[in-house]
């Protein structure tokens, strides 16, 4: 991607992440409301910086000018937020991302979806031993939504918002369903979590391939390379590329490296 790309919530943990790793690789434009202080700017130039609030058409297609790609991240990431914030800033929020991406000639948009948007799979008989090595059980994109919450229901709307645009423009969209992001080690003593992880490295390498690669619309997951897994990552591996370099196995159950603990 030779093309500015656009990061949106570009402050918060996921855009750290993919910053952080990817800063140099591209030419970024960041979005958020908050203002981004240098120290998470990871060398990008303040003057290639928008504070705006994504529900704000004019700022999001002012920001998007001359972009290749965006990667939306913005909105509110709390699995118990309220249904007007999740209605304004991640399904209004994410309505007005695709419109000016779709209208500005934007190419590509990966959309932040999460793991929230299928929680309702989890039932009370397939856990907790879905959650466990030995189980095979998989949910691999093609499943249809069944959300755990209203913040779930708005990542589903995402979804669909992108296969409009997809389908009625020439935006190509991926949405992955992140897991859950952690720095440095997988949720500790949470089985889900760490079935689920997302290092910050496998992040921005899942990022970056969402970036490179050539896909219509799809729908992956975004976890590392979990020994403890329900959802499959073939997807993102076949279409995009994606190869995670981490697995939540590699740490004990309260999150510390196997090999330093073996090495004690
Ligand atoms: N962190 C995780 O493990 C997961 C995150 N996600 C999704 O990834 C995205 C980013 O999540 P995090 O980085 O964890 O959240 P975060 O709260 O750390 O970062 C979100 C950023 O978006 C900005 N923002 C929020 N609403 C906005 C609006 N209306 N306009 C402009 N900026 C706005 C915030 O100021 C913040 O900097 C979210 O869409 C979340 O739903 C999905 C699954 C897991
Ligand atoms: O979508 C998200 O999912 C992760 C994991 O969910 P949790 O219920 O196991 O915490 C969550 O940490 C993150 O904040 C959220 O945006």
């Given at each position: 991607m030779?093309?500015?790309v ?61 972009c ?112 859950n ?16 992880w ?48 981490d697995n ?17």
């Amino acid at each position: 991607m030779d093309d500015p790309v656009l990061l949106t919530g570009a402050g918060g943990r996921v855009g750290q992440a993919i910053l952080s790793q990817l800063a140099d690789e591209y030419d970024w434009r960041l979005l958020d409301r908050e203002p981004i202080p240098e120290t998470r700017r990871h060398g990008v130039p303040e003057s290639a910086t928008v504070v705006a609030d994504v529900t704000d058409e004019a700022a999001v297609a002012n920001a998007m000018a001359d972009c290749g790609a965006v990667i939306h991240l913005a909105g509110d990431p709390r699995p118990d937020a309220p249904w007007d914030s999740v209605l304004a800033n991640n399904i209004d929020g994410t309505q007005t991302v695709f419109s000016a991406a779709a209208d500005t000639g934007v190419e590509k948009v990966a959309f932040a979806s999460s793991n929230h948007a299928v929680g309702a799979y989890e039932t009370d008989d397939r856990t907790p031993e879905m959650y466990r090595t030995d189980d095979d059980y998989r949910l691999d994109g093609t499943e249809l939504p069944r959300p755990s919450n209203l913040y779930g229901v708005s990542k589903a709307s995402g979804e669909t918002l992108g296969r409009y645009y997809h389908d009625h423009t020439d935006l190509d969209v991926v949405c992955v369903r992140i897991g859950n992001l952690t720095e440095g080690h997988p949720p500790r003593e949470y089985e889900r979590g760490q079935a689920m992880w997302l290092s910050h490295r496998d992040c921005a390498r899942l990022f970056d391939r969402c970036l490179r690669a050539d896909y219509d619309y799809e729908i992956v997951y975004g976890i590392s390379d979990n020994d403890r897994k329900y959802y499959s990552i073939e997807r993102a591996k076949d279409v995009l590329g994606y190869e995670p370099v981490d697995n939540s196995a590699a740490y004990t159950f309260e999150g510390e490296p196997k090999d330093a603990v073996d090495g004690e």
